[in-house]
Nanobody
Framework: QVRLVESGGGLVQAGGSLRLSCAAS????????MGWFRQAPGKEREFVAT????????FYTDSVKGRFTISRDNAKNTVYLQMNSLKPEDTAVYYC??????????????????WGQGTQVTVSS
């Protein structure tokens, strides 16, 4: 079992920045690929970014490329999402997820094994 706890959400003006953190516990963090997803009110959950267990491979949804950066610190069992140039359409609950895999870094939610409770990000115009 892996427990994931997100933090760092909040209210920010358009153009601002936030850094989300996801702290993992329970199993060997470095065995897991990690992902960030988000869900806005009335919308389906969507993929944001993913990172391989080593941190060498990343993948982003088109709408956040060049603005968001996913990274990880395996020594701290933490994955991060640096969000810059935020837009009102980035408003959502952001979730981190973990997949026990050394070979891929998926972008589909159903590929992930564990999920956090989420942290709210609100971007005002």
């Amino acid at each position: 079992q892996v427990r994931l706890v997100e933090s760092g959400g909040g209210l920010v003006q358009a153009g601002g920045s936030l850094r989300l953190s996801c702290a993992a516990s329970g199993r060997t963090f470095s065995n897991y690929a990690m992902g960030w997803f988000r869900q806005a009110p009335g919308k389906e959950r969507e993929f944001v970014a993913t990172i391989s267990w080593s941190g060498r491979n990343t993948f982003y949804t088109d709408s956040v490329k060049g603005r968001f950066t996913i990274s990880r610190d395996n020594a701290k069992n933490t994955v991060y999402l640096q969000m810059n140039s935020l837009k009102p359409e980035d408003t959502a609950v952001y979730y981190c997820a973990a997949k026990n895999s050394a070979h891929d870094w998926p972008h589909r939610g159903y590929d992930y094994d564990y999920w956090g409770q989420g942290t709210q990000v609100t971007v005002s115009s």
